[in-house]
Nanobody
Framework: VQLVESGGGLVQPGGSLRLSCAAS????????MRWYRQALGKERELVAT????????YYVNSVKGRFTISRDNAKNTVYLQMNSLKPEDTAVYSC????????????WGQGTQVTVSS
């Protein structure tokens, strides 16, 4: 299983970024996918979840109306569109897959830094 994030960077407050997470090594279309973030000195936080077919999504309250999670099962990729970014969105963003074989396993990407600053 491999998860590779891209799309992070430095953006001004109010700006936008789109993160991508390319997945391989498992049947992507069978599993929900998640984006987490961890700011410096803080605990990791679940930001958004999307079900396997993309029909249902979940967002933490602080990003509702600003972030959109989506997926392209043909490309084995999950996205996080982030609009109206705020300095408090600054964090390392990682995608996550929970995959069942003999039990549930958590898989993580390497993370991508998002910095919102003027």
């Amino acid at each position: 299983v491999q998860l590779v994030e891209s799309g992070g960077g430095l953006v001004q407050p109010g700006g936008s970024l789109r993160l991508s997470c390319a997945a391989s090594g498992f049947t992507f279309s069978n599993y929900a996918m998640r984006w987490y973030r961890q700011a410096l000195g803080k605990e990791r936080e679940l930001v958004a979840t999307i079900t396997s077919a993309g029909g249902n999504t979940y967002y933490v309250n602080s990003v509702k109306g600003r972030f959109t999670i989506s997926r392209d099962n043909a490309k084995n990729t999950v996205y996080l569109q982030m609009n109206s970014l705020k300095p408090e969105d600054t964090a390392v963003y990682s995608c996550n897959a929970q995959i069942f074989t003999d039990r549930w396993y958590d898989y993580w990407g390497q993370g991508t830094q998002v910095t919102v600053s003027s």
